[in-house]
């Protein structure tokens, strides 16, 4: 290990015995690491066999593995920042320099030791249903065929062990692959969708490859999914052709630690948020830099089972650099997007993808009168991110074209209009009346990702600046607590009777300006926020 302190460790070593079942011989061995934090040199035995690089991904170890024998598996991982100094966007609409970190350290998911064919052309299967449509597609990504040879995929759907539906493509040549993928689609429409009240309703399906006489080439590994199409149509969301309003929070069990992010932990969390109404959370690392997170396995597992509707966050452009002319492709960014989508294509609860968190907003943003406007008021800066965001975007759209992708707090950019919505003291009436125009000509969704009240700077007059620096959530500055002035709107002159917990507010107040030093002061608490509002009356 390096490091004296459990906290300054930046290395160790993973070991365990594993045994290669003897039916293996003649197959294709591999190492599966499921969420990596963020180098692991293998060896087998004591050699070198390769690497593994963050956020996961597999190791071919046939060449050192015997079947039937016993072998020492040894991982040394490391755990290196993607950069040195990167951006960070955790204050709103701004950007600052931070020191690259890996705070989540070493292998975060199950490990596991695989075998298949050695000429395993499936990689990849993708099951998109559409509910609108009445039918479903299937995506395999298939290598190492020969161009002029005929291939067919074939689909078997299954339901508690029966098959349900079987479905052949036609015949395609090696050469007629797009980007290497081979696509079925058929009418279907189960009588059991799956949806936030009937989460059972859950298939897998089986693919297979077959050359053009009918022989099988390969049968990818069994896919489990959910029929269910969510989708957008002028404002509103539709969830299997219905129109469904949604109350977000961000989840946080991946990011808090290991016991949190268990199958049991992460289903009694998500339970607990449909108990007071959420159903829709995204997940709450803004950035997919190494150690931003654990293994989300079980966590969008649990999602599926629990009714819950999941954005899933993707990398951050501000991680990486954009300037060359063919950055799109060289610059790093396109491979972690593919393990992100992969982890989460087929589970039904995923329904959209965030990105560009914090990134992409502006001034205006709030205004009502300009909420919806197709063409909003960007500074010079701000558009620059714009440009990189959709660069991004348009990456991850290629990898999962039937899922919503749009951009955290960017105000009106791509699918919706998305801000981080924080009012202060407005008067509730006023509250009432914001969104009166957006109400009447919006013409996409609208979603207050941090909704206004009560935030800690809610009840005070602080508004995100002081002597020319902009803080948000953690400013050491003269914070006053204004409890009775936001209160009296629903309380009247009965606000104004001071608490013990006022009381104590400003005696700790008075302390801080009689010493000439203001303590840092809150820390941000999200809040339930409708993704689709609607004018309130009172």
Not at 473 to 501: H, I, M, R
């Amino acid at each position: 290990m390096e490091g004296s302190e459990a906290g300054e460790i930046k290395g160790a070593w993973n070991e365990r015995e594993i045994t290669v079942p003897a039916r293996w011989k003649g197959r294709r061995i591999a190492l599966e690491v499921e969420c990596l934090n963020s180098v692991a040199a293998v060896f087998v035995d004591g050699k070198t066999t390769g690497e593994i690089r963050f956020p996961g991904g597999e190791l071919d170890l046939t060449d050192a593995c015997a079947t039937g024998g016993t072998h020492l598996l040894s991982l040394l991982v490391d755990a290196l920042p993607l950069q040195g100094v990167l951006l960070s966007y955790t204050d709103s609409a701004s950007a600052r320099a931070a020191k690259g970190v890996v705070e989540r350290r070493g292998v975060c998911g199950d490990v596991y030791l695989t075998s298949m064919p050695r000429a395993a052309p499936i990689s990849d299967v993708k099951v998109d249903p559409s509910v609108r449509r009445r039918e479903i597609t299937i995506r395999a990504a298939i290598s190492g065929i020969e161009p002029e040879t005929h291939y067919r995929l074939i689909a078997r759907v299954v339901k508690d062990g029966s098959t349900t539906r079987e479905i052949k493509g036609a015949e395609f040549r090696g050469a007629d692959l797009v980007d290497g993928v081979a696509a079925i689609t058929a009418a279907w429409l189960p009588d059991r969708l799956w949806d936030i009240d009937t989460p059972e309703n859950k298939f897998e399906v089986e693919t297979t490859l077959v050359d053009g006489a009918g022989k099988p080439l390969d049968a990818a590994w069994t896919q489990r999914f959910g029929f269910r199409e969510f989708r957008i149509e002028g404002r509103d969301f539709y969830l299997n052709e219905k129109r469904i309003h949604l109350s977000a929070v961000p989840l946080d069990c991946a990011a808090v630690g290991a016991a949190w992010a268990t199958y049991d932990a992460a289903k009694e969390t998500l339970e607990r948020l449909k108990a007071i109404g959420i159903n829709y959370v995204y997940t709450h690392n803004y950035g997919c830099e190494p150690g931003s997170h654990l293994s989300f396995a079980a966590i969008l597992k649990a999602a599926d089972d629990v009714r819950m509707l999941v954005g899933f966050t993707q990398p951050h452009f501000s991680d990486y650099d954009w300037h060359a002319p063919d950055a799109d492709t060289r610059n790093g960014y396109a491979r972690p997007p593919e393990w992100y989508v992969r982890e989460a294509e087929n589970h039904p609860s995923v329904v959209m993808y965030p990105m560009s968190h914090n990134a992409t907003g502006y001034n205006e943003d709030m205004n009502p009168d300009l909420i919806g406007v197709d063409k909003p008021a960007r500074d010079d800066w701000e558009l620059k991110n714009v440009v990189l965001a959709k660069r991004a975007e348009a990456i991850v759209r290629r990898l999962h074209p039937s899922r919503i992708v749009y951009h955290h707090a960017s105000g009106d950019l791509g699918a919706m209009h998305d801000s981080n919505f924080n009012a202060n003291l407005a008067p509730v009436q006023e509250l009432s009346d914001w969104f009166q125009q957006w109400a009447a000509d919006g013409v996409k969704p609208v979603f207050t990702c941090e909704y206004d009240a009560p935030f800690s700077w809610d009840w005070t007059m602080y508004r995100g600046w002081y002597k020319g620096e902009r803080e948000f959530g953690s400013a050491n500055v003269p914070w006053e607590f204004c409890l009775a002035e936001w209160n009296a709107q629903f309380l009247g002159d009965q606000a104004y009777k001071v608490s013990e917990t006022e009381k104590a507010n400003l005696r700790w107040e008075a302390g801080k300006y009689r010493a000439g030093s203001f303590g840092i002061v809150g820390i941000i608490h999200h809040r339930p926020a409708p993704l689709d509002w609607r004018r309130c009356s009172r």
